[in-house]
């Protein structure tokens, strides 16, 4: 069973910049950051391979960078240009490898089996 452990959540301002990161233990292949405001869906951000492929929701594409580090264990993002939207719970999502997987990391939360507590990002305008 994996263990994801998520730190780096703060309050900002709008247009401000912030990053988030996740140990894991073991590395899994999928790697991903959801958030959730309350009462919604859990959402995908950002996903990544092993091999470093990503993918990226729409709303954050050219403002967060999500990037691993396969040998110490992490995943990062990188979030600038900060919009009150943005303000949400972020989680650390990870699965193992799968003989059918698509070309791009999957966005879907129900393709993930282990999940971190969450880091809260609040920002305000």
């Known amino acids: 069973q994996v263990k994801l452990v998520e730190s780096g959540g703060d309050s900002v301002q709008a247009g401000g910049s912030l990053t988030l990161s996740c140990t894991a233990s073991p590395v899994l292949w999928m790697m991903a950051w959801f958030r959730q405001v309350p009462g919604n869906e859990r959402e995908g951000v950002a996903a990544t391979y092993h091999n470093g492929q990503v993918n990226y929701a729409d709303s954050v594409k050219g403002r967060f960078t999500v990037s691993r580090d396969n040998a110490k264990g992490t995943l990062s993002l990188q979030m600038d240009s900060l919009k009150p939207e943005d303000s949400a719970m972020y989680y650390c999502?990870?699965?193992?490898?799968?003989?059918?997987?698509?070309?791009?990391?999957?966005?879907?939360?129900?393709?993930?089996?282990?999940w971190g507590q969450g880091t809260q990002v609040t920002v305000s305008s």
């Open positions: 999502a990870a699965n193992g490898f799968k003989f059918d997987l698509p070309d791009l990391p999957t966005l879907n939360k129900d393709e993930y089996t282990g």
